[in-house]
């Protein structure tokens, strides 16, 4: 190939939740590797992290779980919705999930990933590249079969037998494939921040109200993450309103918390992250593959964006051997990973998008309706289940069925709502 300087089995571009994840996983089976990120380093700032059981299993099998510094990590198993204005709707014990991934793992920023991002570099048929940019695809025909770069030492070209977008949503690989893209910005972001705590806080807590979202998770130590839903566009006039006034319209929401809310001293303790959704009719060229948010970037509500990604890592990871072996990394042949991951995930986008409706209500009809679907929730132990396996990530079916919904709403009896069936699919 003309002007090619270097070749590999696999190119990865991004380093992120599922680029990461996919270098270790093909370091695993001894499958050459390079990654390529263009951020100088890996992640500094603040971040929400919560490991969901389907996630803590993935690190698990790679050998990353046991390797999370204590330190910097809780687990937690309760969690409780409540109204705005302190009123408990319903609690979810992850104690109810089957063991040993029968708790949520919240970190603090960064540490699962900087945990991953160690056991790459010890690896020696991966090559991580930071501060390198991926500028385009190198194609024989209509077959991916490299691509070129912009980093410290120039621009460079490298042959790949796979090159695997996980570039996240706003992908350039996606784009150099012409894989069209739906990509959807929703109309509101979070606002992340994170406080110590002068009591132990142990379980978390998340608001819903009136188009108002706040959640509260314990990390560890005396450290709370919040997490508060803002319209998108609105950070800069909040900061004018300054740090007392949020405090205040905090403390409305969740008043039990108003004296951790005061040691919220510094924007520098917060960051804004953006949500949006994305959808794409392929995953999968020849020679290329996209996974993670690339392919189907999810709102946040289903707690799963970096999980799905860390899964769509690990399947397409167990079907490469033979691809690569029998030379075959077709549109065909990779199919095989979109075909086992669609189902999952596009369920888990559908479930995100209804609970934005739901959650995220202005509407007082809308949001009665929320409150009594929680309700339902905190008596019904079938139906919990569901929805919180589905939360973890060991559920690949919606949670609810049709009759389920009318169950949920308060408008029908349920006379297995005491059967807890520990069904994972
Ligand atoms: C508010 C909020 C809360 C969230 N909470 C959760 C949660 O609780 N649980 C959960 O599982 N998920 C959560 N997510 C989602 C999660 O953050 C993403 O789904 C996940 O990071 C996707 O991983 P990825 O590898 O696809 O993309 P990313 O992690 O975005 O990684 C993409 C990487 O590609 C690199 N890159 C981009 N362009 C190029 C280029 N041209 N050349 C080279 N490199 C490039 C970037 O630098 C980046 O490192 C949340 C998201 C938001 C917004």
């Known amino acids: 190939m003309a002007g090619v300087t270097e070749q590999t089995d696999v190119a990865v571009v991004g380093a992120g939740g599922g680029g990461a994840v996919l270098a270790l996983a093909l370091a695993r089976k001894g499958i050459r590797t390079i990654v390529l990120d263009q951020a100088q380093g890996p992640p500094k700032g ?3 992290e919560i490991l969901q059981p389907n996630g803590q299993s993935v690190l698990d099998r790679l ?85 070129t770069t912009q980093g410290p030492e120039g621009v460079g070209a490298i042959g790949a037998r796979l090159v695997v977008g996980a570039d996240g949503a706003f992908s350039k690989v996606r784009e150099a494939l012409k894989i069209p893209a739906e990509v959807h910005l929703y109309p509101e972001g979070y606002l992340i921040a994170i406080v110590e ?61 108003a004296d951790l ?57 167990d079907l490469l051997p033979r691809a690569l072996s029998e030379g075959d990394c077709s549109a065909e042949c990779l199919k095989a990973y979109e075909v086992a991951r669609r189902p999952h995930v596009t369920m888990l986008q559908r479930l995100a998008d209804q609970q934005v409706f739901y959650w995220n209500t202005g509407n007082p009809l809308v949001a009665f309706l929320r409150d009594r679907v929680f309700q339902t929730l905190d008596r019904n132990a079938r139906l919990r289940y569901q929805v919180l396996s589905t939360t973890a990530g060991l559920r690949q079916t919606a949670p609810f069925s049709l009759i389920d919904r009318v169950i949920a709403a308060g408008f029908l009896p349920d006379v297995c709502a005491d059967r807890m069936t520990q069904r994972t699919s």
């Open 261 to 317: 809310f005061r040691n919220l001293t510094d924007w520098n303790q917060t960051a804004y992250m953006p949500t949006g959704r994305v959808k794409t009719p392929t995953w999968v060229s020849d020679g290329a593959a996209l996974i993670g948010d690339a392919a189907h970037a999810m709102n946040p509500h289903a707690s799963q964006g970096r999980m799905q990604a860390m899964v769509d890592a690990m399947t397409l990871a």
């Open 197 to 257: 705590s002068q009591e132990p806080v142990t379980e978390s807590f998340y608001y819903v109200g009136h188009k108002q979202i706040l959640g509260l998770f314990p990390a560890t130590g005396n450290k709370v993450y919040l997490f508060y839903m803002i319209p998108s566009g609105s950070l800069d006039a909040i900061k004018q309103r300054g740090i007392a006034a949020l405090q205040q319209v905090w403390a409305a929401i969740a008043p039990q918390f």
């Open 46 to 48: 603040l971040r929400g």
């Open 63 to 147: 050998g990353v779980l046991q390797s999370l510094p204590a330190e910097a990590t809780r687990s937690v198993r309760r969690f409780h919705f409540c109204r705005a204005g302190g009123k408990r709707l319903c609690s979810i014990d992850y104690g109810d999930l089957p063991a040993p991934y029968n708790r949520a793992i919240v970190t603090l920023p960064n540490v699962a990933h900087h945990a991953i991002v160690e056991a790459v570099r010890k690896e020696s048929c991966v090559s991580l590249r930071y501060g390198t940019s991926f500028t385009g695809l190198i194609t024989e025909g209509t077959k991916v079969t490299g691509l």
